[in-house]
Every structure is written in structure tokens, then in C-alpha cells.
């Protein structure tokens, strides 16, 4: 393994071993591959791995089906579908995690600094109570997750001062605003049907996502995704300061505003058709700084595809783990809390 070491920066006086980005991409990539082809074995239907690559290769090559119908069904209509969502999703927060830390040069941020978990509950919330379908819930989650961002960044602007503050006190005042509306629809909300319906919603679930949901919501993930990917050698100038890095002719203001929404869309999407998912932008992101260290363009693929294999399993453990599917975002706060609590024990002397 080669050594990576970080003297001195934003993040605080920490040092890392870590191998390169290349072959930690590559060590990644094969991990999740075989996640993939493994996790269509998981569940109350057993299936094993020779049956998944055939099923999978039949539909895209000519062959015999020499298996049951029912097979092809759980494999492609029931599994592919979730198998799909989890890794897209975790790819998705890991990433727009990755993003916002080194935009606000903090360690501590996470993809819904700006309010698109409490805006995105906030309009699911809303369309229950109007009693709207799966598809107008999904709508109204997303609308609400980007209006609250939306206002963040033009209150943010209003601030006088240093842009990237201003922007996080913003962040966290809207967020408070959208908590109280969707404390205000839990309070007002039927207690037998809709509040059980927000409360399932707020928790997080793969269990319902099928392939026009992933359709719609792939879309705006994968264009964000290629953004930020593109843009990523940029965010090792911004995490000089915002000085040097106009010196260095980088236009603060317009990254600034494109990670934004590039990380805001593929959160809103995320969180539109999988509900709030916490810890996986939080923590994720410094497992890929152990790894590949803090350098992005080595460190925003390789939380990407940590986050992708990280849902996963979590997803499929959620699906076999007891007799009833465990809400996903219950697992990932159980297990994200104690190893966030773990990283912060292990840095020397704490984050700046």
C-alpha cells in the first residue's frame, strides 16, 4: 500500500495510510460487482448466484429458459429494481456528502445541511394528507427538498459576511422551519391511516421502488453525478480558502453554486423515492479518506462506490434480519452512530 499523509488543512492535523485511488477504485468496483449478484440471493426466495447471471444474461442475449417463470420475476421485477435503488442511493448521499464536505471545508456536514431531509419530508408529509398516490408523494418530496434550498441559498445571500457561513446558518434555520411545518402535518394527520404512512416514509424504505420510480429518479442522480465527478480537481483549490483559490482564478461563487445543486438534485432524488436515509453522506465519506486520503479527485469515486456497496448490504440485511423488513434508515443510524463515534475517537486531536 502506498502512504498517503495529510499534514496540515482544513480538515485538522490528521494523518492517513491509504492505497492509491486507482486500485482502491478497482479493489471497490469488483467488491460491489459480486454484491450485486449476491444480494439477488438474499431474501425468502433462495436463488442461487449461477441463476441470477443467467436470468440477468437472458435479457440481453438470446438463450433457453430452462427455469421456473417465477424466477425471472423475482429476479428482474422485485429484486432488480431494489438491488438498483439501494446502490444508486447510496452512491447518490455518499457522493453529495463527499461534495459538501470539502465545499464547506468541514468534516461534520452531511448531505441535508441545507434542508433537503426535512423539505423532502415536509412535502411527502403534505401529499399523504392530500391522500395522493406513490407518484404525486415522490413529486412533493422532491419539490420540497430543492424549495428548501432553494430558500436557504437566497437567504443566504441576503447575509452579509463570509458567502460559506452564511450559507450553513441558512441551512440550518430553514431546516429548523421545515421541521416545525412537518411536526405541524404529523400533529394534524389522521392518526390511524396518514401518521403511520409519514411515519413509515420518514424512516426509510427500498420496498416499494420499482423500475419507472428508479427511471425517473436516475435521471437527475446520474446528471449530477457526472457533474460533480467532472468538477471534483476543483474542490482541492477550494479547500485552500476562499482567497486563495480566487487568486488561483477559480470563480468561487459559480462552483459554489453548481456543487449545490448538483449534490441537491441527486439528494432530493434519492430521498424522494427511498424516504431519509441518515449517516450515509456523513460517515462514508471519511471511510474513503482512511482509504484513499483527502485529495478528491481520488476521493469522490471511491466514496461513491463505498456508498453504493454500504447500502447495500445494509438493505439486505435489513430484508432478512427478522421476520418483518426493518426500516433501512433505522440500520444505518445504528450502525453509523457508533462508527461515526469511532472515527472521531481515532482522529489525534480532532477536526478544525
Same mark, same amino acid.
Given at each position: 500500500?502506498?502512504? #498517503?499523509?495529510?499534514?496540515?488543512?482544513?480538515?485538522?492535523?490528521?494523518?492517513f495510510r491509504?492505497?492509491?485511488?486507482?486500485?482502491?477504485?478497482? !479493489?471497490?468496483?469488483v467488491?460491489?460487482?459480486?454484491?450485486?449478484?449476491?444480494?439477488?440471493?438474499? +431474501?425468502?426466495?433462495?436463488?442461487?448466484?449461477?441463476?441470477? #447471471?443467467r436470468?440477468?444474461?437472458?435479457?440481453?442475449?438470446?438463450?433457453?429458459?430452462? $427455469?421456473?417463470?417465477?424466477?425471472?420475476?423475482?429476479?428482474?421485477?422485485?429484486?432488480?429494481?431494489?438491488?438498483?435503488?439501494a446502490?444508486?442511493? &447510496?452512491?447518490?448521499?455518499?457522493?453529495? %456528502?463527499?461534495?459538501?464536505? +470539502?465545499?464547506?471545508?468541514? /468534516?461534520?456536514?452531511s448531505p441535508?445541511?441545507?434542508?433537503?431531509?426535512? &423539505?423532502?419530508g415536509?412535502?411527502?408529509?403534505s =401529499?399523504?394528507?392530500?391522500?395522493?398516490?406513490? !407518484?404525486?408523494?415522490?413529486a412533493s418530496?422532491?419539490a420540497? =427538498?430543492i424549495?428548501?434550498?432553494?430558500?436557504?441559498?437566497?437567504?443566504?445571500?441576503? #447575509?452579509?459576511?463570509n /458567502?460559506? @457561513?452564511?450559507?450553513?446558518?441558512?441551512?440550518?434555520?430553514?431546516?429548523?422551519?421545515f421541521g416545525?411545518l412537518?411536526?405541524?402535518m404529523?400533529?394534524?394527520?389522521?392518526p390511524?391511516?396518514?401518521?403511520?404512512?409519514?411515519?413509515? $416514509?420518514?424512516?426509510?424504505?427500498?420496498?416499494?421502488?420499482?423500475?419507472?420510480? @428508479?427511471?425517473?429518479?436516475?435521471?437527475p442522480?446520474? %446528471?449530477?453525478?457526472?457533474?460533480?465527478?467532472?468538477?471534483?480537481?476543483?474542490?482541492?483549490v477550494?479547500?485552500? &480558502?476562499? *482567497? *486563495?483559490?480566487?487568486?488561483? +482564478?477559480?470563480?468561487t461563487?459559480?462552483?459554489?453554486?453548481?456543487?449545490i445543486?448538483?449534490?441537491?438534485?441527486?439528494?432530493?432524488?434519492?430521498?424522494?423515492?427511498? %424516504?431519509?436515509?441518515?449517516?450515509?453522506?456523513?460517515v462514508?465519506?471519511?471511510? +474513503?479518506?482512511?482509504l #484513499?486520503?483527502?485529495?478528491?479527485?481520488?476521493?469522490? /469515486?471511491?466514496?461513491?462506490l463505498?456508498?453504493?456497496?454500504?447500502?447495500?448490504?445494509?438493505?439486505?440485511?435489513?430484508?432478512v434480519?427478522?421476520?418483518?423488513e426493518? /426500516?433501512?434508515?433505522?440500520?444505518?443510524?445504528?450502525?453509523?452512530?457508533?462508527?461515526f463515534?469511532?472515527?472521531?475517537?481515532?482522529? *489525534?486531536?480532532g $477536526?478544525?
Amino acid at each position: 500500500m502506498a502512504k #498517503v499523509s495529510l499534514r496540515q488543512n482544513r480538515f485538522g492535523p490528521i494523518r492517513f495510510r491509504g492505497m492509491g485511488g486507482v486500485s482502491a477504485a478497482v !479493489v471497490l468496483a469488483v467488491v460491489l460487482a459480486a454484491l450485486f449478484i449476491l444480494s439477488f440471493a438474499v +431474501g425468502r426466495y433462495p436463488i442461487s448466484p449461477i441463476d441470477v #447471471v443467467r436470468v440477468l444474461a437472458s435479457h440481453v442475449m438470446p438463450m433457453d429458459h430452462t $427455469w421456473p417463470e417465477i424466477l425471472d420475476t423475482v429476479v428482474t421485477q422485485i429484486r432488480l429494481p431494489r438491488i438498483l435503488a439501494a446502490m444508486l442511493v &447510496g452512491a447518490s448521499l455518499s457522493l453529495a %456528502g463527499a461534495s459538501f464536505q +470539502g465545499l464547506f471545508r468541514n /468534516p461534520l456536514v452531511s448531505p441535508d445541511i441545507l434542508g433537503v431531509s426535512l &423539505g423532502a419530508g415536509f412535502g411527502a408529509a403534505s =401529499a399523504i394528507l392530500l391522500s395522493g398516490n406513490i !407518484v404525486a408523494i415522490q413529486a412533493s418530496a422532491f419539490a420540497g =427538498a430543492i424549495a428548501a434550498v432553494g430558500i436557504s441559498y437566497v437567504v443566504s445571500k441576503m #447575509v452579509k459576511g463570509n /458567502p460559506t @457561513l452564511s450559507l450553513i446558518l441558512a441551512g440550518m434555520a430553514i431546516s429548523a422551519l421545515f421541521g416545525a411545518l412537518l411536526s405541524l402535518m404529523k400533529y394534524v394527520a389522521d392518526p390511524v391511516d396518514q401518521l403511520p404512512a409519514i411515519t413509515y $416514509w420518514l424512516m426509510g424504505s427500498l420496498a416499494a421502488v420499482n423500475m419507472r420510480d @428508479l427511471l425517473f429518479a436516475s435521471i437527475p442522480m446520474v %446528471g449530477g453525478i457526472v457533474v460533480l465527478l467532472l468538477i471534483r480537481w476543483r474542490f482541492n483549490v477550494l479547500s485552500m &480558502g476562499e *482567497e *486563495e483559490a480566487i487568486a488561483l +482564478g477559480v470563480d468561487t461563487g459559480r462552483l459554489r453554486a453548481i456543487v449545490i445543486v448538483c449534490s441537491t438534485a441527486i439528494t432530493a432524488s434519492a430521498v424522494c423515492i427511498s %424516504g431519509t436515509i441518515g449517516w450515509v453522506g456523513l460517515v462514508i465519506p471519511h471511510v +474513503g479518506r482512511m482509504l #484513499v486520503g483527502p485529495n478528491h479527485q481520488r476521493l469522490l /469515486p471511491v466514496s461513491l462506490l463505498l456508498g453504493a456497496a454500504y447500502l447495500l448490504v445494509i438493505d439486505d440485511i435489513c430484508r432478512v434480519a427478522a421476520s418483518i423488513e426493518i /426500516p433501512i434508515g433505522i440500520l444505518t443510524a445504528i450502525v453509523g452512530a457508533p462508527f461515526f463515534v469511532y472515527l472521531l475517537n481515532r482522529s *489525534e486531536k480532532g $477536526w478544525a
